[in-house]
């Protein structure tokens, strides 16, 4: 028991440090971007240099899940954390009728 203490006591620092970091990510909401749209991705077509710049510094999301198959469900999901069913949203919203 007294063995647990000291270490313990030696990852307490490690912990509070670790606490006080806030994690940085940047998110990009994009309509029609395609899997491999970015440099970063496999892109040999877009040149992304300042987005590959970033994932090269940081970690590449490469698993996930589309709440819907077009764009505003998935935005109200993105920005309520509910299906779209939940938020009666199940279509893409049409735009200004004005010429």
């Given at each position: 028991?007294?063995?647990?203490?000291?270490?313990?006591?030696?990852?307490?620092?490690?912990?509070?440090?670790?606490?006080?970091?806030?994690?940085?990510?940047?998110?990009?909401?994009?309509?029609?971007?395609?899997?491999g749209d970015f440099g970063c991705y496999g892109s040999e077509f877009h040149e992304?240099?300042?987005?590959?710049?970033?994932?090269?510094?940081?970690?590449?999301?490469?698993?996930?899940?589309?709440?819907?198959?077009?764009?505003?469900p998935s935005r109200a999901a993105i920005l309520t954390g509910c299906y779209p069913?939940?938020?009666?949203?199940?279509?893409?919203?049409?735009?200004?009728?004005?010429?």
């Open positions: 028991m007294n063995g647990l203490k000291w270490i313990g006591l030696l990852l307490l620092p490690a912990m509070v440090l670790a606490a006080n970091e806030q994690p940085n990510f940047v998110f990009l909401l994009v309509d029609d971007l395609g899997w992304t240099p300042n987005i590959d710049k970033l994932a090269s510094q940081g970690m590449l999301f490469k698993n996930g899940y589309a709440a819907c198959t077009v764009c505003s069913a939940r938020t009666h949203l199940t279509d893409w919203i049409a735009g200004h009728k004005r010429p």
